[in-house]
C-alpha cells in the first residue's frame, strides 16, 4: 500500500500571525515556520497503518517555499519513506482552489492507494483541503476520522464532527483527514534522525507536473482579499480582586451588559 | 432578484439557528431559497418560511443521504447550473465547509470559508468579513471566479424573521446526476452526538470554558452547572482536555473549536495564544483566575482575580435567585 501523507509549513502556533500589506498573503517571515501540528497526526496515522499491513511505504507531500523542506525532514525523521517537495516561484499566493489541484496533480505523480491529512490547517483554518482532494482524484472522501482502519481493500472510518459519530466506508483509492488527538505522535529517534538522511527527496516544479504557471498564485486566485486591519487591543476593562463578593459583582456585570 | 441559495442543516426534525442566519443574510443579496438534505417536515417548512424562504428544494434520494460530500456537491452543483443564483451560503461547520471545498472545485468557483458578516458591495458583488488568525485580524475579501461560495460562522447575525409561504419542490438525484457517479464513501451508520440538553459548542449564545485551575473531572460539574444557569455550552481549554478532565471535542482554541458567542466566560483558563485564538472574537469575555497576571485579563471586559472554587457557586446562586 501506497500511503501519502500531507503536510504543510505553518507559523508557530504560539506566535503572533499577521497578513503582509503588500500583498495580504501570510507574512511567513514573521513567526517560525514549522511542521503544522495537526498534520504531524496525519504523518503518525500514516506510519501505523504502514507498520499493520505489509509492503507499505509512506510517501510526505508538501507544497510550499524552500523553506518547507524542514516539514519534510521532520516526517522523514519520524518513519516517512520518501519526501516530496513541490516549489516553485509561481505558487506564491495561492488559494484553496491552486493549492488542491497541485497537490492533487502531485498525488496522481507520486501514486496513491491512501492520501492522509490533517483535520485543516493552524494558519487558513479553512479545512478544505481534503474534500478538494477527494472530489479533484475522484475518489471517496473519508474526512474528519477519529478512527482509521483498512482491511483488504475496504477503508473504515468513524468520522466525528458536531453532529455526532458515523462509521464509514470506502474503497482504496481514497482521502482521509484525521482529527487532533487520533494518536499520539511519535518523537524522532536518534535512528530515525540518522535514517532520515539518506532517504530520497524529490523536488517538483509546475513544468514536472504539467501545470500551467498562470492557473496558480496570486494572480489566479479565485478570490481576493480587498483590506485587512488588525483589530485594536479590547478597552474599557474592569478587574478585580475578589473580596469575598465576586460572583454578585460578576451577576451584576451581566445584568448591565443585558446579559442576565 | 435572482436566487441565493442556502443549504439548510435540518437535524431531528427541527432547523438549526445557524441556517436561520443563512436565510438572514441571503434576503439582503437576493431571494432565499433552502435546500433541505431529507425529508422537509411541515415544521421545518413553516419554520424555514417564517425567515424568509421562498423557495425550499428537498432530496431524501439514500445515494445523497448516506454519501460524504459527493452527494450534497452534485445536488448544488446542479441547483447551480439550474437556478444560477448570486450566492451559495452555507455554514461554517466542519461539514459545512468540506461541501463548500467541493462545491468549489466542481464550479472553478471562489470559496471564503468562516464569514462574519456578507453585504452587497457597491456597483455589484459581494464582500465577505472574515475573522482571522483567531480574531486578530479581520479581512474583507470577495470572489472573483464563478458562484460566490461562502460559509458563515455561527453567532454572526440575529435571524430577521421575514414570513412568506416557500413553494416546496422535492428533486431526486438521478435527475441531476451527469454521467457516473462519483466514487463516495458510504455512511454505514450514525449516532447523534448526545447533547446533556446544551446547545452546540459553536452556535451556543453562552459559552462557559474550563482550564488548568478547575483542577479535576470531577470538578467541571462546577462549570456545567454555570453553563446551565445561563442555557449555555461547555468549552475546555487544551491543558483540560488534555489532562483528560473533559473530552476533545470540547477544545476551544487553535487546534479545536473557533467560539464566538455573545458572552464567553473562562475559569481557570490562563489564556495562552493558543486559546485565545478560539475565543477572542466573543462580544463580551468575563474571566476568573488565581494569577493576576494571567493573559487571559488582556481579553476580559470583567475580570476577577479569585479562586474559582468559591467564586462560581456564588455566581451560579446568584444568578438562580436573580432569575426566579
Redesign the interface.
Known amino acids: 500500500m501506497r500511503i501519502v501523507a500531507c503536510v504543510k509549513q505553518v507559523p508557530d502556533t504560539f506566535s503572533e500571525k499577521r497578513l503582509d500589506p503588500a500583498d495580504q498573503t501570510l507574512d511567513r517571515g514573521a513567526a517560525d515556520g514549522v511542521i503544522d501540528e495537526l498534520d504531524t497526526y496525519a504523518v503518525e496515522e500514516a506510519l501505523r497503518l504502514k507498520e499493520s499491513h505489509e509492503d507499505s511505504t509512506v510517501v510526505v507531500l508538501t507544497m510550499g517555499p524552500a523553506s518547507a523542506a524542514d516539514t519534510l525532514r521532520k516526517a522523514l525523521t519520524m518513519g516517512a519513506d520518501e519526501a516530496v517537495h513541490v516549489v516553485d516561484d509561481a505558487l506564491h499566493g495561492s488559494d484553496a482552489l491552486a493549492t488542491s489541484l497541485v497537490l492533487a496533480k502531485a498525488i496522481e505523480h507520486v501514486g496513491y492507494d491512501l492520501v492522509v491529512l490533517g483535520s485543516e490547517s493552524t494558519d487558513a483554518r479553512m479545512g478544505v483541503i481534503a474534500a478538494m482532494l477527494a472530489e479533484r482524484l475522484g475518489v471517496p472522501q473519508a474526512t474528519l476520522a477519529g478512527k482509521v482502519g483498512i482491511d483488504g481493500s475496504t477503508l473504515r472510518v468513524q468520522r466525528v464532527t458536531a453532529a455526532g459519530q458515523a462509521d464509514v466506508e470506502a474503497e482504496l483509492p481514497a482521502v482521509v483527514s484525521v482529527l487532533e488527538k487520533i494518536n499520539e505522535p511519535r518523537y524522532p529517534s536518534f535512528k530515525g534522525i540518522m535514517a532520515a538522511k539518506s532517504k530520497p527527496t524529490t523536488t517538483l516544479s509546475l513544468a514536472d507536473l504539467g501545470i500551467d504557471p498562470a492557473a496558480v498564485g496570486l494572480a489566479a486566485a479565485a478570490t481576493v482579499v480587498v483590506d485587512s486591519t488588525v483589530r485594536p487591543p479590547r478597552g474599557d476593562r474592569t478587574i478585580v480582586t475578589d473580596d469575598g463578593s465576586a460572583g454578585v459583582q460578576i451577576a451584576d456585570f451581566l445584568v448591565d451588559q443585558k446579559l442576565l | 432578484m435572482a436566487d441565493v441559495l442556502v443549504l439548510a442543516d435540518v437535524?431531528d426534525g427541527s432547523v438549526g439557528k445557524p441556517s436561520l442566519e443563512l436565510l438572514t443574510l441571503a434576503a439582503r443579496l437576493g431571494t432565499p431559497v433552502a435546500v433541505v438534505i431529507g425529508v422537509a417536515s411541515s415544521d421545518v417548512v413553516e419554520k424555514l418560511g417564517q425567515f424568509g424562504a421562498s423557495a425550499i428544494v428537498t432530496c431524501d434520494d439514500a445515494e445523497l443521504t448516506s454519501s460524504?460530500?459527493?452527494g450534497v456537491?452534485t445536488l448544488l452543483a446542479s441547483l447551480v447550473s439550474s437556478r444560477s443564483p448570486v450566492a451559495v451560503l452555507l455554514a461554517s461547520?466542519?461539514?459545512g465547509?468540506?461541501?463548500?471545498?467541493?462545491l468549489?472545485?466542481?464550479l472553478?468557483?471562489?470559496?471564503?470559508?468562516?464569514a462574519v458578516d456578507v453585504v452587497a458591495a457597491d456597483g455589484g458583488g459581494i464582500?465577505v468579513e472574515q475573522?482571522?488568525?483567531?480574531?486578530?485580524?479581520?479581512?474583507?475579501?470577495?470572489?472573483?471566479?464563478?458562484v460566490p461560495i461562502i460559509t458563515l460562522r455561527p453567532n454572526s447575525v440575529t435571524p430577521v424573521e421575514a414570513p412568506v409561504s416557500p413553494e416546496v419542490s422535492v428533486v431526486t438525484i438521478s435527475q441531476y446526476a451527469e454521467g457516473a457517479a462519483?466514487?463516495?464513501?458510504?455512511?454505514?451508520?450514525?449516532?447523534?452526538?448526545a447533547s446533556g440538553g446544551r446547545p452546540?459548542?459553536?452556535e451556543a449564545a453562552?459559552v462557559v470554558a474550563g482550564g488548568r485551575g478547575v483542577g479535576s473531572a470531577e470538578n467541571f460539574a462546577l462549570v456545567e452547572e454555570l453553563a446551565d444557569a445561563?442555557g449555555g455550552a461547555v468549552g475546555a481549554s487544551r491543558a483540560a482536555?488534555d489532562a483528560g478532565w473533559y473530552p476533545?471535542?470540547t477544545?476551544v482554541g487553535?487546534?479545536?473549536v473557533?467560539v464566538a458567542p455573545?458572552?464567553y466566560i473562562a475559569c481557570g483558563i490562563s489564556g495562552?495564544?493558543?486559546h485565545r485564538a478560539g475565543m477572542q472574537t466573543a462580544k463580551?469575555?468575563?474571566a476568573?483566575n488565581k494569577d493576576?497576571e494571567a493573559p487571559i485579563?488582556?481579553?476580559?471586559?470583567?475580570?476577577?482575580?479569585?479562586?474559582l472554587h468559591?467564586?462560581?457557586?456564588?455566581?451560579?446562586?446568584?444568578?438562580r435567585s436573580?432569575?426566579s
Open positions: 437535524a460524504v460530500g459527493a456537491v461547520s466542519a461539514e465547509k468540506e461541501i463548500a471545498g467541493r468549489a472545485v466542481r472553478d468557483a471562489g470559496v471564503l470559508t468562516d464582500v475573522s482571522v488568525f483567531g480574531g486578530s485580524t479581520v479581512v474583507h475579501a470577495r470572489s472573483t471566479r464563478g462519483p466514487r463516495y464513501a458510504k455512511v454505514v451508520s450514525r449516532a447523534p452526538v452546540g459548542l459553536t453562552v445561563l482536555t476533545h471535542t477544545q487553535q487546534t479545536g473557533t455573545q458572552l495562552a495564544i493558543q463580551t469575555i468575563v476568573i493576576a485579563f488582556e481579553l476580559a471586559d470583567f475580570g476577577v482575580v479569585g479562586d468559591v467564586v462560581l457557586p456564588q455566581l451560579i446562586a446568584e444568578i436573580r432569575q
